[in-house]
């Protein structure tokens, strides 16, 4: 089944939303992700399925309708670029702290500060570490493909429920931008209040006699009891670690290197493979899908087969300090980057790794 | 003729002794106690026979300690 | 101890003609004494009770003196980031339409740090009531300077009182916002007396009826005292605030059925 279209990544993602019976949409326009809000405009669903789409007046108003209505058990999400997420990042921790689920999405573009409305990877501790304060994850997915980007809109939705967390798309300005053939899930029907209430029973949506009133909030100003609030997170995120870890290796069979990339840069990783097996070069590539939960043990266990690693990703640096931490020192890790909104050839991905890890 | 007869109960452990009801009764029938609650503040007590049950005091209480009570009596 | 003055032949429960509303949670206020929030607590929970619609009814509680408003108001709440409330309103409002959404608010909370989301809130006609508590003062943070605080008035961040040369002036948001279309019902209170105490339910009344018309942003705003941070005992700050509070954030209504109120 399904439905065969040509789209961009971020038309998918609005998409996606309708047919995953996403309850509301609410953003505000920034380049490079504006298509979204433009496609559910024009889309309209909630003449069709209910869908509720609002232009908020800021993304720190966006963010916190996301609290809102996912303190009420409804399934919401947001878009943003990275000084737009910049803005969000007290709802997501109040929206953390107080484990409603909500799914965003990060189209990244160049920074810092205003930056660049060009491609970039820069996003990753953000996204990845924390980005608001306190301690606390998002679960964070990296779609290398517009078919991604459809995907997973629905998976984000799930992990986000399951888990009461807000889930994070972590794209970039190309990934949003590119057409690609996209395979459409079958529309799934939006819950209906009763569904919702049966199974959200922690969700806000009206006291009933039978139940004690529900409050959602992320205070505790006892400290044993924010103690006891954090330690729940932790473990919630220990269990994230434990069932969450999504990986794709290619080439990793008989690798004596290995590429390290998510998102776009390990679709620039694939032409360089190729490129680098035409030269001799036994190489792979471990595209981590969740960045947090990260592929620690996967990249601990591939350190052991390996010469070197190279992490190939659009910023200064970020993903390779936990590929480090993944695999020790045992191996050369070395990273390359091209940032400021440049995307690397796949022809000088090769001449890194001939440089940093085969010669170096 | 019927006469209107009030009562008030004040809850003294939830009185902070704020004196608004005393502001707000027309008959000065609430007054400030010398003792003080649990809490330590001087909570309110009733120091005349002349309420009408009127609600001022309990409108006005911040902390709802108070019940009015009224009746018609010949 | 024998209670004094007790009439124990009319204290019977068919007698009862004022009792706590059991939508407040049995649990003491956190309120200062004397402090208007706990009036105003009640007078929303005997609303919502006497209109029948606590299973209906989600409230949303800010940052500040009432930011615990969730542990004393026995319905689903919800709490807001400071200021963030008419976002998440708007948010709930807008995916539950059939249910009552209110938010609480002080004055830090809704006219400065959430400025814009009040004021786009109510641009938008968002089918909510706003409870807007303005007693002219930041008072859980410790008695500092709100958008609200008089000329010359003395907070903890104004010592020699406000000077709007270099502070800036009192903000009148309730009249701000009584221009915008998207208001339908903007009104202001006091709750320190009985008469304005019984005025201000009525006024809660008739912003959380308005919901059932989708009309636009139902709005009361309820002048109110800090004892605490205005360094004054209750009566006192009742005084001070008729005296001082009134002539520059006058009680009454600004608009009704949409149209705005004429001044006499």
Same mark, same amino acid.
């Given at each position: 089944m399904g439905e065969l279209r040509l789209m961009k990544g971020n038309e998918a993602v609005?998409?996606?939303?309708?047919?995953?019976?996403?309850?509301?949409?609410?953003?505000?326009?920034?380049?490079?992700?504006?298509e979204i809000l433009e496609y559910l405009?024009?889309?309209?669903?909630?003449?069709?399925t209910g869908m509720v789409v609002l232009q908020a007046e800021s993304e720190v108003a966006s963010i916190n309708m996301l609290y809102g209505g996912g303190g009420t058990g409804k399934m919401v999400m947001t878009s943003s670029s990275s000084p737009g997420i910049s803005l969000m990042q007290e709802g997501i921790t109040y929206m953390a702290g107080a484990e409603l689920p909500a799914l965003l999405v990060n189209v990244v573009r160049g920074g810092p500060g205003l930056g660049t409305i060009q491609p970039s990877q820069a996003d990753y501790f953000q996204a990845v570490k924390g980005g608001g304060h306190g301690d606390y994850k998002l679960i964070v997915?990296?779609?290398?493909?517009?078919?991604?980007?459809?995907?997973?809109?629905?998976?984000?939705?799930?992990?986000?429920?399951?888990?009461?967390?807000?889930?994070?798309?972590?794209?970039?300005?190309?990934?949003?931008?590119?057409?690609?053939?996209?395979?459409?899930?079958?529309?799934?029907?939006?819950?209906?209040?009763?569904?919702?209430?049966?199974?959200?029973?922690?969700?806000?949506?009206?006291?009933?006699?039978?139940?004690?009133?529900?409050?959602?909030?992320?205070?505790?100003?006892?400290?044993?009891?924010?103690?006891?609030v954090n330690l729940k997170l932790q473990a919630k995120y220990k269990q994230m670690e434990e069932n969450e870890v999504r990986f794709e290796e290619i080439q990793c069979d008989d690798a004596e290197y290995l590429f390290v990339a998510f998102g776009l840069s390990a679709r620039i990783c694939q032409k360089s493979i190729e490129l680098a097996r035409e030269k001799g070069i036994k190489i792979g590539l471990f595209r981590p899908i969740t960045l947090y939960p990260f592929p620690t043990k996967q990249i601990a266990a591939l350190a052991k087969k390996v010469k070197g690693m190279l992490v190939v990703e659009m910023n200064a640096g970020q993903m390779i300090e936990d590929v480090r931490l993944s695999a020790g020192n045992q191996i050369k890790i070395e990273h390359y980057g091209r940032f400021g909104g440049i995307i690397p050839t796949p022809d000088e991905v090769?001449?890194?790794?001939?440089?940093?890890?085969?010669g170096g | 003729m019927a006469k209107v007869k009030g009562d008030i109960v004040i809850n003294i452990e939830r009185c902070k002794g704020c004196e608004v009801c005393m502001t707000a009764c027309p008959f000065h029938v609430i007054a400030m106690a010398k003792e003080v609650n649990s809490k330590g503040?001087?909570?309110?007590?009733?120091?005349?026979?002349?309420?009408?049950?009127?609600?001022?005091?309990?409108?006005?209480?911040?902390?709802?300690?108070?019940?009015?009570?009224r009746a018609k009596t010949e | 101890m024998e209670e004094a003055f007790a009439k124990l032949d009319i204290r019977k429960p068919e007698?009862?003609?004022?009792?706590?509303?059991?939508?407040?949670?049995?649990?003491?206020?956190?309120? &200062?004494?004397?402090?208007?929030?706990?009036? #105003?607590?009640?007078?929303?929970?005997?609303?919502?009770?006497?209109?029948?619609i606590q299973d209906k009814t989600i409230g949303i509680s800010p940052v500040g003196c009432s930011v615990l408003a969730y542990d004393f108001m026995n319905i689903d709440?919800?709490?807001?980031?400071?200021?963030? /409330?008419?976002?998440? !309103?708007? /948010?709930?409002?807008?995916?539950?339409?059939?249910?009552?959404?209110?938010?609480?608010?002080?004055?830090?909370?809704?006219? #400065?740090?959430?400025? !814009?989301?009040?004021?786009?809130?109510?641009?938008?006609?968002?089918?909510?009531t706003i409870i807007f508590i303005n007693n002219a003062i930041y008072g859980m943070t410790g008695g500092q300077m709100a958008p609200t605080t008089l000329e010359g008035m003395r907070t903890a961040t104004c010592p020699y009182g406000r000077d709007v040369k270099i502070m800036g002036n009192p903000l009148k948001i309730?009249?701000?916002?009584?221009?915008?279309?998207?208001?339908?019902?903007?009104?202001?209170?006091?709750?320190?007396?009985?008469?304005? #105490?019984?005025?201000?339910?009525? !006024?809660?009344?008739?912003?959380?009826?308005?919901?059932?018309?989708?009309?636009?942003?139902?709005?009361?705003?309820?002048?109110?005292? &800090?004892?605490?941070?205005?360094?004054?005992?209750?009566?006192q700050a009742n005084k001070w605030m008729e005296e001082n509070m009134f002539p520059f954030y006058p009680l009454g209504d600004l608009k009704v059925d949409g149209k705005l109120v004429e001044k006499k």
């Open positions: 609005a998409e996606a939303a309708i047919r995953a019976g996403c309850d509301g949409y609410f953003g505000y326009p920034i380049t490079p992700q504006s405009m024009m889309a309209k669903p909630y003449e069709t997915l990296a779609p290398a493909s517009v078919q991604e980007m459809c995907d997973f809109v629905k998976l984000g939705f799930d992990l986000a429920f399951k888990y009461r967390n807000p889930a994070m798309i972590l794209s970039d300005g190309a990934i949003g931008q590119m057409m690609e053939k996209v395979n459409l899930f079958d529309p799934i029907p939006r819950r209906t209040n009763e569904e919702l209430i049966s199974q959200c029973p922690w969700a806000a949506t009206g006291k009933k006699k039978e139940r004690d009133h529900i409050i959602i909030t992320s205070l505790d100003l006892d400290p044993a009891g924010q103690e006891k090769v001449r890194a790794l001939e440089q940093k890890i085969i | 503040y001087h909570y309110a007590v009733k120091v005349n026979n002349d309420c009408t049950g009127c609600t001022n005091c309990a409108v006005v209480c911040p902390d709802g300690v108070i019940t009015v009570y | 007698n009862i003609v004022y009792k706590r509303t059991d939508l407040l949670v049995d649990r003491p206020l956190s309120y &200062c004494p004397g402090c208007g929030h706990g009036v #105003a607590n009640r007078i929303l929970m005997e609303t919502i009770e006497e209109m029948g709440m919800l709490g807001a980031a400071h200021g963030r /409330a008419p976002a998440l !309103a708007t /948010a709930i409002k807008r995916l539950w339409p059939d249910h009552f959404v209110f938010t609480y608010q002080g004055d830090g909370d809704l006219a #400065a740090i959430g400025t !814009a989301e009040t004021i786009h809130a109510c641009n938008r006609g968002e089918n909510i309730t009249e701000l916002i009584s221009q915008l279309p998207g208001t339908y019902f903007v009104t202001r209170q006091s709750v320190h007396t009985p008469v304005n #105490a019984r005025r201000a339910k009525k !006024a809660i009344r008739m912003a959380m009826e308005n919901q059932k018309l989708n009309k636009g942003v139902s709005f009361v705003e309820i002048v109110s005292n &800090c004892n605490s941070g205005w360094k004054m005992t209750p009566n």
